[in-house]
């Protein structure tokens, strides 16, 4: 079980830089394993094309590593949201371009495109700044995602999605980067017209039924 995850996570990795969800050592991605009271988490430091499974590192709930490289300098963050979020068992953080474009702005991702639904939410909210990899941050972040959406920005940092699986987390964290692109873009050529909240609980009710995992996403 340890080692499949932790090669699903080295295989991600190399998902996050062949969609340009992220360059060089940038974000981080983990699995928790509740039954066996551990978490596997991308290592520091080294970049995801180099990753193999031994390098992912095992955490106890507490923090405590057994085996693999150091964890990622964000450690603090992914042990929170799986103390503070029962539900989630994969986290995946980024620093994709256009997501993290308006997390420099402080500025929420609205309802302009239905898949904001993917988040379980009507829109991205953004985290308020701390200084990376510190318990601050896992707090505050942990805090402003709150008890139901999947997705965060994360103020002057990234973009944060969570899921029951890793499918799910790597998938909500990659569309809601191409929302923010297509925001981004239509935003440059003039006003983008929003979803009401009745168009967006419809879409909710939509995503509920047949989850976010569609199929030309999905993992290969
Ligand atoms: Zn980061």
Sequence with gaps: MTDYKRQQIADYGRRLLADSLTTGTGGNISIAMRAEGLIAI???????????????????FDGRQLEGRPPSSEWHLHLALYQARPEINAVVH?????????????????????????????????APYATFGTEELARKTVAALGHND???????????????????????????????????RARSLGTPVLLSDAEMDEALIRFRSYGCKPETKDAK
């Design 42 to 60: 991308s290592p520091s430091g080294i970049g995801y094309n180099e990753i193999k499974a031994k390098d992912i590192s095992l955490l106890e």
């Design 94 to 126: 980024t620093h994709s371009r256009f997501a993290t474009t308006f997390a420099l702005l402080h500025e929420p991702l609205p309802a302009c495109h239905y898949l904001i639904g993917v988040a379980q939410t009507k829109e991205i909210r953004v």
């Design 150 to 184: 999947r997705c965060i920005l994360m103020a002057n940092h990234g973009l944060l999605a969570v899921g029951e699986d890793l499918s799910e987390a790597y998938n909500t964290a990659l569309y809601i980067e191409e929302v923010a692109e297509l925001y981004y």
